[in-house]
DNA sequence: CTACAAACTTAAGTCAATTCATTTTCCGGA
DNA sequence: TCCGGAAAATGAATTGACTTAAGTTTGTAG
Protein backbone atom coordinates (compact mmCIF):
# COMPACT_ATOMS: atom_id res chain seq x y z
CA UNK A 1 0.00 0.00 0.00
CA UNK A 2 3.00 2.34 -0.51
CA UNK A 3 2.74 3.06 3.09
CA UNK A 4 2.83 6.94 4.14
CA UNK A 5 6.51 6.84 5.21
CA UNK A 6 7.42 5.45 2.10
CA UNK A 7 5.40 8.15 0.06
CA UNK A 8 7.21 10.55 2.81
CA UNK A 9 10.67 10.16 2.19
CA UNK A 10 10.29 9.88 -1.39
CA UNK A 11 8.34 13.30 -1.33
CA UNK A 12 11.48 14.44 1.03
CA UNK A 13 14.07 13.48 -1.23
CA UNK A 14 12.65 15.17 -4.19
CA UNK A 15 11.64 18.33 -2.26
CA UNK A 16 15.43 18.73 -1.27
CA UNK A 17 16.91 18.25 -4.38
CA UNK A 18 14.40 20.78 -5.77
CA UNK A 19 15.96 23.24 -3.15
CA UNK A 20 18.82 22.54 -3.87
CA UNK A 21 19.07 23.09 -7.83
CA UNK A 22 17.19 25.99 -7.43
CA UNK A 23 19.72 27.45 -4.47
CA UNK A 24 22.88 26.21 -7.17
CA UNK A 25 21.62 27.98 -9.59
CA UNK A 26 20.89 31.08 -8.37
CA UNK A 27 23.71 31.64 -5.87
CA UNK A 28 26.22 28.50 -7.31
CA UNK A 29 27.60 26.36 -5.55
CA UNK A 30 30.07 27.75 -3.01
CA UNK A 31 27.69 30.14 -2.02
CA UNK A 32 24.98 28.03 -0.91
CA UNK A 33 24.78 26.05 2.75
CA UNK A 34 23.44 22.94 3.74
CA UNK A 35 21.46 24.90 5.62
CA UNK A 36 19.73 27.36 3.66
CA UNK A 37 18.86 24.03 1.12
CA UNK A 38 17.59 22.78 4.23
CA UNK A 39 15.56 25.80 5.07
CA UNK A 40 14.35 26.22 1.28
CA UNK A 41 13.29 22.51 1.72
CA UNK A 42 11.50 22.92 5.50
CA UNK A 43 14.00 20.56 6.81
CA UNK A 44 16.63 20.51 9.19
CA UNK A 45 20.46 20.22 8.55
CA UNK A 46 21.03 17.02 9.41
CA UNK A 47 18.25 15.81 7.50
CA UNK A 48 19.40 16.57 4.13
CA UNK A 49 22.12 13.89 4.79
CA UNK A 50 19.63 11.03 5.57
CA UNK A 51 19.02 11.22 2.01
CA UNK A 52 22.41 12.37 0.57
CA UNK A 53 25.72 11.63 1.42
CA UNK A 54 27.53 15.41 1.23
CA UNK A 55 27.13 18.23 -0.45
CA UNK A 56 29.08 17.47 -3.93
CA UNK A 57 26.69 14.07 -4.08
CA UNK A 58 23.41 16.28 -4.17
CA UNK A 59 25.00 18.60 -7.00
CA UNK A 60 26.09 15.48 -9.12
CA UNK A 61 22.19 13.77 -8.55
CA UNK A 62 21.09 17.18 -10.48
CA UNK A 63 24.09 16.45 -13.16
CA UNK A 64 22.80 12.61 -13.20
CA UNK A 65 19.31 14.03 -13.72
CA UNK A 66 20.91 15.82 -16.93
CA UNK A 67 22.50 13.46 -17.87
CA UNK A 68 19.91 10.96 -19.15
CA UNK A 69 18.18 14.05 -20.36
CA UNK A 70 21.20 13.85 -23.12
CA UNK A 71 21.35 10.50 -23.48
CA UNK A 72 17.80 10.05 -24.38
CA UNK A 73 17.88 12.68 -26.68
CA UNK A 74 20.84 11.62 -27.88
CA UNK A 75 19.30 8.28 -28.89
CA UNK A 76 16.97 9.90 -31.83
CA UNK A 77 19.93 11.45 -33.67
CA UNK A 78 21.78 7.38 -33.59
CA UNK A 79 18.44 6.39 -35.03
CA UNK A 80 18.56 8.84 -38.43
CA UNK A 81 22.44 9.73 -38.55
CA UNK A 82 23.73 12.68 -41.29
CA UNK A 83 24.70 10.91 -44.71
CA UNK A 84 28.25 12.20 -44.23
CA UNK A 85 29.78 9.95 -40.99
CA UNK A 86 32.38 13.32 -39.79
CA UNK A 87 28.91 15.30 -39.79
CA UNK A 88 26.92 12.20 -37.85
CA UNK A 89 29.76 12.14 -35.07
CA UNK A 90 29.82 15.96 -34.79
CA UNK A 91 26.46 16.43 -34.57
CA UNK A 92 26.40 13.94 -31.85
CA UNK A 93 29.28 15.43 -29.61
CA UNK A 94 28.00 19.08 -30.46
CA UNK A 95 24.27 18.41 -29.32
CA UNK A 96 25.89 16.96 -25.92
CA UNK A 97 27.61 20.16 -25.56
CA UNK A 98 24.98 22.36 -26.46
CA UNK A 99 22.86 20.41 -24.04
CA UNK A 100 25.35 20.90 -20.92
CA UNK A 101 24.31 24.89 -20.36
CA UNK A 102 20.76 24.54 -20.32
CA UNK A 103 21.08 23.21 -16.71
CA UNK A 104 23.79 23.73 -15.42
CA UNK A 105 26.31 26.70 -15.42
CA UNK A 106 30.10 26.25 -15.71
CA UNK A 107 31.03 26.60 -12.22
CA UNK A 108 28.46 23.81 -11.08
CA UNK A 109 29.94 21.80 -13.73
CA UNK A 110 33.40 22.34 -12.57
CA UNK A 111 32.27 21.50 -8.80
CA UNK A 112 30.07 17.99 -10.00
CA UNK A 113 33.28 16.89 -11.86
CA UNK A 114 35.54 17.91 -8.85
CA UNK A 115 33.65 15.78 -6.36
CA UNK A 116 32.84 12.87 -8.66
CA UNK A 117 36.86 12.86 -9.03
CA UNK A 118 37.67 13.16 -5.47
CA UNK A 119 35.15 10.68 -4.32
CA UNK A 120 34.68 8.18 -6.81
CA UNK A 121 33.38 5.23 -4.92
CA UNK A 122 31.06 7.04 -3.52
CA UNK A 123 27.23 6.26 -4.21
CA UNK A 124 27.15 9.23 -6.36
CA UNK A 125 30.43 9.60 -7.38
CA UNK A 126 29.67 5.95 -9.18
CA UNK A 127 26.75 7.18 -10.59
CA UNK A 128 28.74 9.89 -12.71
CA UNK A 129 31.43 7.39 -13.85
CA UNK A 130 28.69 5.03 -15.20
CA UNK A 131 26.73 7.84 -16.79
CA UNK A 132 29.88 8.78 -18.55
CA UNK A 133 30.33 5.12 -20.10
CA UNK A 134 27.08 5.30 -20.99
CA UNK A 135 27.93 8.30 -22.79
CA UNK A 136 30.99 6.94 -24.90
CA UNK A 137 29.01 3.37 -25.61
CA UNK A 138 26.15 5.68 -26.67
CA UNK A 139 28.74 7.34 -29.35
CA UNK A 140 30.10 3.14 -29.80
CA UNK A 141 26.61 2.71 -31.07
CA UNK A 142 26.87 5.53 -33.32
CA UNK A 143 30.32 4.26 -35.00
CA UNK A 144 28.60 0.79 -35.16
CA UNK A 145 25.88 2.44 -37.13
CA UNK A 146 27.76 3.89 -39.79
CA UNK A 147 29.99 0.92 -40.01
CA UNK A 148 27.02 -1.13 -40.87
CA UNK A 149 26.57 2.12 -43.40
CA UNK A 150 29.93 1.19 -44.86
CA UNK A 151 30.95 5.18 -43.67
CA UNK A 152 33.91 3.35 -41.52
CA UNK A 153 36.32 1.21 -41.53
CA UNK A 154 34.11 -2.18 -40.63
CA UNK A 155 37.30 -3.70 -39.25
CA UNK A 156 37.85 -0.93 -36.34
CA UNK A 157 36.21 -2.17 -32.96
CA UNK A 158 33.33 0.41 -32.14
CA UNK A 159 33.55 0.43 -28.68
CA UNK A 160 37.06 1.92 -28.43
CA UNK A 161 36.24 4.58 -31.45
CA UNK A 162 33.45 5.31 -29.24
CA UNK A 163 35.49 5.97 -26.01
CA UNK A 164 38.37 8.13 -27.92
CA UNK A 165 35.70 10.45 -29.30
CA UNK A 166 34.26 10.90 -26.10
CA UNK A 167 37.22 11.41 -23.82
CA UNK A 168 37.78 13.94 -26.71
CA UNK A 169 34.50 15.52 -26.10
CA UNK A 170 35.22 15.33 -22.64
CA UNK A 171 38.90 16.75 -22.60
CA UNK A 172 37.83 19.55 -24.46
CA UNK A 173 34.59 20.16 -22.33
CA UNK A 174 36.91 20.37 -19.15
CA UNK A 175 38.94 22.84 -20.78
CA UNK A 176 35.99 25.48 -21.36
CA UNK A 177 33.84 24.45 -18.22
CA UNK A 178 37.56 25.82 -16.70
CA UNK A 179 37.49 28.75 -18.80
CA UNK A 180 34.81 31.28 -17.78
CA UNK A 181 35.51 33.53 -20.26
CA UNK A 182 35.65 30.64 -23.12
CA UNK A 183 33.00 30.80 -25.75
CA UNK A 184 30.82 28.21 -26.66
CA UNK A 185 31.69 28.69 -30.05
CA UNK A 186 36.01 27.77 -30.00
CA UNK A 187 34.55 24.87 -27.79
CA UNK A 188 32.84 23.51 -31.22
CA UNK A 189 35.10 24.72 -33.48
CA UNK A 190 38.33 22.81 -31.77
CA UNK A 191 35.95 19.59 -31.28
CA UNK A 192 35.50 20.10 -34.99
CA UNK A 193 39.27 20.01 -35.77
CA UNK A 194 39.63 17.11 -33.58
CA UNK A 195 37.11 14.85 -34.98
CA UNK A 196 38.62 15.59 -38.27
CA UNK A 197 41.57 14.79 -37.62
CA UNK A 198 40.55 11.46 -35.53
CA UNK A 199 38.57 10.66 -38.63
CA UNK A 200 41.56 10.79 -41.42
CA UNK A 201 44.12 9.06 -38.70
CA UNK A 202 47.69 9.96 -38.44
CA UNK A 203 49.11 7.72 -40.89
CA UNK A 204 50.36 9.23 -44.50
CA UNK A 205 47.81 8.98 -46.41
CA UNK A 206 49.00 7.23 -50.06
CA UNK A 207 48.78 9.92 -52.68
CA UNK B 1 72.90 39.85 -0.46
CA UNK B 2 70.29 37.43 -0.94
CA UNK B 3 69.03 39.24 2.45
CA UNK B 4 68.88 37.25 5.13
CA UNK B 5 65.00 37.39 4.96
CA UNK B 6 64.47 36.31 1.73
CA UNK B 7 66.76 33.08 2.42
CA UNK B 8 64.44 32.35 5.31
CA UNK B 9 61.42 33.07 3.25
CA UNK B 10 62.79 30.48 0.40
CA UNK B 11 63.40 27.77 3.12
CA UNK B 12 60.00 28.28 5.08
CA UNK B 13 58.80 27.40 1.84
CA UNK B 14 60.60 24.74 1.06
CA UNK B 15 60.26 23.09 5.05
CA UNK B 16 56.04 23.34 4.17
CA UNK B 17 56.69 21.64 0.98
CA UNK B 18 58.41 19.21 2.57
CA UNK B 19 56.32 18.10 5.35
CA UNK B 20 52.95 18.38 3.39
CA UNK B 21 54.78 16.20 0.68
CA UNK B 22 55.57 13.87 3.86
CA UNK B 23 52.27 13.91 5.35
CA UNK B 24 50.06 14.03 2.06
CA UNK B 25 52.40 10.86 1.09
CA UNK B 26 52.04 9.13 4.78
CA UNK B 27 48.62 10.04 5.34
CA UNK B 28 47.01 10.83 2.32
CA UNK B 29 45.48 14.31 1.51
CA UNK B 30 41.26 14.08 3.37
CA UNK B 31 43.22 12.73 6.56
CA UNK B 32 46.23 15.54 6.91
CA UNK B 33 45.49 18.45 8.13
CA UNK B 34 47.23 22.12 7.82
CA UNK B 35 47.42 21.79 11.61
CA UNK B 36 49.83 18.73 11.30
CA UNK B 37 51.49 20.21 8.21
CA UNK B 38 52.35 23.36 10.33
CA UNK B 39 53.39 21.16 13.17
CA UNK B 40 56.10 19.09 11.27
CA UNK B 41 56.88 22.50 9.67
CA UNK B 42 57.89 23.48 12.90
CA UNK B 43 55.85 26.79 11.73
CA UNK B 44 52.24 27.79 12.91
CA UNK B 45 48.95 27.04 10.54
CA UNK B 46 48.45 30.83 9.82
CA UNK B 47 52.05 30.72 8.06
CA UNK B 48 51.44 28.01 5.91
CA UNK B 49 48.72 30.35 4.15
CA UNK B 50 51.47 32.89 3.66
CA UNK B 51 53.32 30.85 1.53
CA UNK B 52 50.37 28.48 -0.08
CA UNK B 53 46.59 29.88 -1.10
CA UNK B 54 45.11 26.46 0.06
CA UNK B 55 45.74 23.05 1.20
CA UNK B 56 44.88 22.20 -2.20
CA UNK B 57 47.48 24.69 -4.16
CA UNK B 58 50.02 22.86 -1.34
CA UNK B 59 49.47 19.88 -3.12
CA UNK B 60 48.88 21.25 -6.71
CA UNK B 61 52.55 22.72 -6.09
CA UNK B 62 53.35 19.08 -5.75
CA UNK B 63 52.02 17.72 -8.80
CA UNK B 64 53.60 20.63 -10.57
CA UNK B 65 57.13 19.73 -9.03
CA UNK B 66 56.45 15.58 -10.38
CA UNK B 67 55.32 17.49 -13.95
CA UNK B 68 58.46 19.67 -14.67
CA UNK B 69 60.20 16.27 -13.82
CA UNK B 70 58.30 14.14 -16.41
CA UNK B 71 58.40 17.07 -19.12
CA UNK B 72 62.51 17.18 -18.80
CA UNK B 73 62.80 13.35 -19.12
CA UNK B 74 59.98 13.58 -21.75
CA UNK B 75 62.79 15.78 -24.10
CA UNK B 76 65.17 13.04 -24.36
CA UNK B 77 62.52 10.53 -25.61
CA UNK B 78 61.80 13.52 -28.21
CA UNK B 79 64.98 13.66 -29.05
CA UNK B 80 65.91 9.85 -30.47
CA UNK B 81 62.48 8.57 -31.07
CA UNK B 82 61.86 4.91 -31.61
CA UNK B 83 61.86 4.31 -35.77
CA UNK B 84 58.12 2.93 -35.74
CA UNK B 85 55.77 5.83 -35.34
CA UNK B 86 53.20 4.42 -33.20
CA UNK B 87 55.90 2.82 -30.84
CA UNK B 88 57.32 5.99 -30.87
CA UNK B 89 53.65 7.77 -29.60
CA UNK B 90 53.32 4.99 -27.15
CA UNK B 91 56.64 5.24 -25.88
CA UNK B 92 56.10 9.26 -25.00
CA UNK B 93 52.72 8.85 -23.62
CA UNK B 94 53.66 5.43 -21.77
CA UNK B 95 56.32 7.08 -19.88
CA UNK B 96 53.60 9.81 -18.63
CA UNK B 97 52.00 6.77 -17.16
CA UNK B 98 54.89 5.74 -15.40
CA UNK B 99 56.06 8.54 -14.12
CA UNK B 100 52.87 9.64 -12.52
CA UNK B 101 52.89 7.03 -8.90
CA UNK B 102 56.68 7.47 -8.54
CA UNK B 103 55.64 10.35 -6.79
CA UNK B 104 52.19 10.90 -6.03
CA UNK B 105 49.65 8.37 -4.99
CA UNK B 106 45.74 7.79 -7.02
CA UNK B 107 44.28 9.63 -4.15
CA UNK B 108 46.93 11.96 -4.43
CA UNK B 109 46.15 12.44 -7.92
CA UNK B 110 42.41 12.48 -7.62
CA UNK B 111 42.55 15.52 -5.39
CA UNK B 112 45.50 17.33 -7.14
CA UNK B 113 42.51 17.25 -10.26
CA UNK B 114 39.47 17.87 -8.49
CA UNK B 115 41.33 21.25 -6.54
CA UNK B 116 42.62 22.22 -10.02
CA UNK B 117 39.24 21.58 -11.54
CA UNK B 118 37.17 23.37 -8.92
CA UNK B 119 40.02 25.96 -8.87
CA UNK B 120 40.64 26.77 -12.26
CA UNK B 121 41.65 30.46 -11.78
CA UNK B 122 43.90 30.41 -8.50
CA UNK B 123 47.39 30.48 -8.87
CA UNK B 124 47.90 27.16 -8.66
CA UNK B 125 45.10 25.67 -10.76
CA UNK B 126 46.24 27.88 -13.56
CA UNK B 127 49.83 26.12 -12.82
CA UNK B 128 47.84 23.03 -13.75
CA UNK B 129 46.43 24.00 -16.46
CA UNK B 130 49.57 25.19 -17.68
CA UNK B 131 51.36 21.83 -17.07
CA UNK B 132 48.80 20.26 -19.00
CA UNK B 133 49.23 22.47 -21.77
CA UNK B 134 53.25 22.00 -21.58
CA UNK B 135 52.79 18.31 -21.75
CA UNK B 136 50.39 18.03 -24.93
CA UNK B 137 52.51 20.46 -26.63
CA UNK B 138 55.02 18.01 -26.19
CA UNK B 139 52.88 15.13 -27.68
CA UNK B 140 52.57 17.78 -30.52
CA UNK B 141 56.89 18.13 -31.11
CA UNK B 142 57.37 14.50 -31.29
CA UNK B 143 54.49 14.50 -33.78
CA UNK B 144 56.28 17.73 -35.76
CA UNK B 145 59.39 15.24 -35.38
CA UNK B 146 57.83 12.01 -37.05
CA UNK B 147 56.43 14.20 -39.90
CA UNK B 148 59.98 15.50 -40.77
CA UNK B 149 60.50 11.97 -41.27
CA UNK B 150 57.43 11.06 -43.09
CA UNK B 151 55.99 8.58 -40.69
CA UNK B 152 53.22 11.08 -40.17
CA UNK B 153 50.59 12.69 -42.61
CA UNK B 154 52.08 16.15 -42.80
CA UNK B 155 49.39 18.09 -43.86
CA UNK B 156 48.22 17.57 -40.51
CA UNK B 157 48.27 20.10 -38.01
CA UNK B 158 50.81 18.71 -35.08
CA UNK B 159 49.61 20.61 -32.54
CA UNK B 160 45.99 19.24 -32.90
CA UNK B 161 47.24 15.74 -33.08
CA UNK B 162 49.24 16.44 -29.84
CA UNK B 163 46.38 17.82 -28.33
CA UNK B 164 43.89 14.92 -29.20
CA UNK B 165 47.24 12.38 -27.92
CA UNK B 166 47.45 14.43 -25.06
CA UNK B 167 43.72 14.00 -24.49
CA UNK B 168 43.32 10.75 -24.40
CA UNK B 169 46.02 9.67 -22.41
CA UNK B 170 44.65 12.31 -19.78
CA UNK B 171 41.09 11.16 -19.92
CA UNK B 172 42.05 7.50 -19.62
CA UNK B 173 44.65 8.57 -16.60
CA UNK B 174 41.77 9.84 -14.72
CA UNK B 175 39.83 6.71 -14.74
CA UNK B 176 42.77 4.95 -13.84
CA UNK B 177 43.20 6.67 -10.34
CA UNK B 178 39.27 6.88 -9.82
CA UNK B 179 39.81 2.91 -9.96
CA UNK B 180 41.81 1.95 -7.14
CA UNK B 181 41.55 -1.58 -8.13
CA UNK B 182 42.39 -0.95 -11.99
CA UNK B 183 45.77 -2.20 -12.89
CA UNK B 184 48.50 -0.14 -14.20
CA UNK B 185 48.70 -2.54 -16.92
CA UNK B 186 45.29 -2.18 -17.81
CA UNK B 187 45.68 1.15 -18.50
CA UNK B 188 48.32 0.81 -20.84
CA UNK B 189 46.96 -1.75 -23.12
CA UNK B 190 43.69 0.51 -23.42
CA UNK B 191 46.19 2.96 -24.14
CA UNK B 192 47.78 1.36 -27.22
CA UNK B 193 44.63 -0.11 -28.18
CA UNK B 194 43.26 3.65 -28.39
CA UNK B 195 46.73 4.73 -30.04
CA UNK B 196 46.60 2.34 -32.23
CA UNK B 197 42.86 3.72 -33.64
CA UNK B 198 44.07 7.18 -33.47
CA UNK B 199 46.76 6.41 -36.44
CA UNK B 200 44.95 4.43 -38.50
CA UNK B 201 42.02 6.71 -38.35
CA UNK B 202 38.29 5.45 -39.02
CA UNK B 203 37.45 6.21 -42.66
CA UNK B 204 37.09 3.80 -44.49
CA UNK B 205 40.27 2.18 -45.74
CA UNK B 206 41.24 2.09 -49.66
CA UNK B 207 41.15 -1.81 -49.81
C1' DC C 1 73.37 53.51 17.18
C1' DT C 2 68.47 54.08 16.82
C1' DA C 3 63.95 54.59 15.17
C1' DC C 4 60.89 53.33 11.63
C1' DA C 5 58.29 50.65 8.13
C1' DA C 6 57.58 46.58 5.72
C1' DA C 7 57.10 41.94 5.96
C1' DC C 8 56.36 37.95 8.77
C1' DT C 9 54.46 35.00 12.49
C1' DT C 10 51.25 33.86 15.51
C1' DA C 11 47.16 32.31 18.01
C1' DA C 12 42.67 33.29 18.68
C1' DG C 13 38.90 33.52 16.11
C1' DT C 14 34.99 32.58 12.13
C1' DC C 15 32.44 29.76 9.29
C1' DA C 16 30.20 25.90 7.22
C1' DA C 17 30.15 20.91 6.42
C1' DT C 18 29.36 16.85 8.77
C1' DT C 19 28.23 13.84 12.89
C1' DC C 20 25.60 12.14 16.63
C1' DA C 21 22.86 11.67 20.80
C1' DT C 22 18.23 12.58 21.50
C1' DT C 23 13.42 13.12 20.38
C1' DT C 24 9.57 12.39 17.36
C1' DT C 25 6.86 9.84 14.11
C1' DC C 26 5.04 5.86 12.03
C1' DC C 27 3.71 1.06 11.87
C1' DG C 28 2.12 -3.66 13.28
C1' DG C 29 0.26 -6.43 16.80
C1' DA C 30 -2.28 -7.18 21.25
C1' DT D 1 -7.27 1.90 21.22
C1' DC D 2 -2.76 1.42 23.14
C1' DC D 3 2.21 -0.09 23.14
C1' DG D 4 7.02 -1.38 21.68
C1' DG D 5 10.29 -0.81 18.49
C1' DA D 6 12.18 0.72 14.12
C1' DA D 7 12.95 4.47 11.04
C1' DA D 8 13.55 9.23 10.47
C1' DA D 9 14.14 14.06 11.97
C1' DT D 10 16.35 17.17 14.77
C1' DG D 11 19.76 20.68 16.11
C1' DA D 12 23.57 21.17 19.06
C1' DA D 13 28.35 19.72 19.14
C1' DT D 14 32.42 18.70 16.54
C1' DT D 15 35.84 19.40 13.20
C1' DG D 16 39.07 21.49 10.36
C1' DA D 17 39.95 24.91 6.67
C1' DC D 18 40.73 29.50 6.42
C1' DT D 19 40.90 34.72 8.27
C1' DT D 20 42.42 38.38 10.98
C1' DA D 21 44.20 41.51 14.18
C1' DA D 22 48.01 42.09 17.11
C1' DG D 23 52.65 41.44 18.15
C1' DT D 24 57.72 40.44 16.27
C1' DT D 25 61.55 40.56 13.49
C1' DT D 26 64.48 42.43 9.88
C1' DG D 27 66.48 45.74 6.76
C1' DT D 28 67.42 50.56 6.29
C1' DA D 29 67.90 55.57 6.63
C1' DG D 30 69.23 59.24 9.44
Redesign the pocket.
Known sequence: MA????R??AG?RRDILAAAAKLFRRDGFAD????AIAGEAE?????V??YFE???DLLIALVALDGEEVRAAGRSIIASPPKDPVQAIQKLLTFYIDHSLIHLSKELWRNAMANALSQPSSKFGLAYAELDRKLADQAGELIACLQARGEIDSSLDPKTAGDVLFEVVNSLFMVFVAREEMPIALLKKTLARQVKLVFAGLCPSDA
Open positions: GLREQKRTSIEVAAGTYNSKG
